[in-house]
C-alpha cells in the first residue's frame, strides 16, 4: 500500500462528465442526472483499501442522512482489477450491500473518469456545488486506522451543509490520505 494524498484540483473546477454502470442496478449513470441538485458528491473509493475500509460505515451513515436533500452522491472505483481482483464489480456490488449504500457504486475500468477528476487516492472526495463547480475536496474527517479518532465525517458533512445551505464553504481543507488509486500499466 502506498500511502498517497489527494491532489486537491482547484476550487470552482467544473465536475468532468461521466457515464458509468452502476455495479448493483447495472444503469448508466451519467453527471448530468445529478443537475437541479444543489451539490454532487463525486467519491473515488474501493473495497481493498485499510482507509475505505475505516470509513466505509460512516460513509454509508452519511447517505442516509443526506437521502431526500438535494444532494447527489456517487461512489467510482478505478482500480485495475487484473492487479487488485477483489476491486472486481462484484465484489464492489457486495459491499454496497452489506453497508447499505444508498448511492450508485460505479465502476470506472478505462479509468478515463479517475483521470479526469485528478483523482489519485482512496477515498478521494469531490464536492460540487452549483453548475458542477468544485467547492471542497479534501479528508472525510480526522480519523484514520489506528489514531482513535471516531470516524464522523465533519469535514466533509461541514462542507455539503454549507454547500446546501447556500453559504460559502470554507477553503480550509486538507487532503484526503489513502491507497493510490491502482492505475493499469
Keep these: 500500500m502506498a ?4 491532489t486537491m484540483l482547484d476550487l ?3 465536475a468532468p462528465d461521466f457515464a458509468l454502470n452502476d455495479v448493483v442496478t447495472g444503469k448508466t449513470v451519467h453527471r448530468d442526472d445529478f443537475r437541479g441538485q444543489k451539490a454532487l458528491l463525486v467519491m473515488f473509493i474501493c473495497t481493498h483499501c485499510p482507509y475505505v475500509k475505516h470509513i466505509e460505515k460512516g460513509l454509508a451513515a452519511m447517505g442516509k ?24 464489480p462484484a465484489n464492489l456490488k457486495q ?10 457504486y460505479l465502476y470506472d475500468e478505462t479509468q478515463t473518469v479517475a483521470h479526469a477528476y485528478k483523482a489519485a487516492c482512496t477515498p478521494d472526495f469531490f464536492l460540487f456545488g452549483a453548475g458542477f463547480h468544485l467547492v471542497y475536496r479534501g479528508q ?4 484514520r486506522p489506528g489514531n482513535g ?3 464522523t465525517g465533519e469535514n466533509l458533512r461541514a462542507a ?7 453559504k460559502s464553504v470554507s477553503t480550509d481543507h486538507r487532503p484526503s490520505i489513502g491507497c493510490n488509486i491502482k492505475w493499469k500499466a
Design 3 to 6: 500511502l498517497t494524498e489527494s
Design 95 to 104: 459491499q454496497s450491500q452489506t453497508l447499505g449504500f444508498n448511492f450508485p
Design 160 to 166: 455539503i451543509d454549507a454547500a446546501l445551505a447556500g
Design 65 to 88: 442522512d443526506y437521502a431526500g436533500k438535494p444532494l447527489g452522491i456517487v461512489a467510482i472505483s478505478s482500480n485495475d482489477v487484473t492487479t487488485h481482483p477483489e476491486d472486481s
Design 12 to 14: 470552482g473546477a467544473e
Design 140 to 143: 472525510f474527517d480526522l480519523s
Design 149 to 151: 479518532i471516531a470516524v
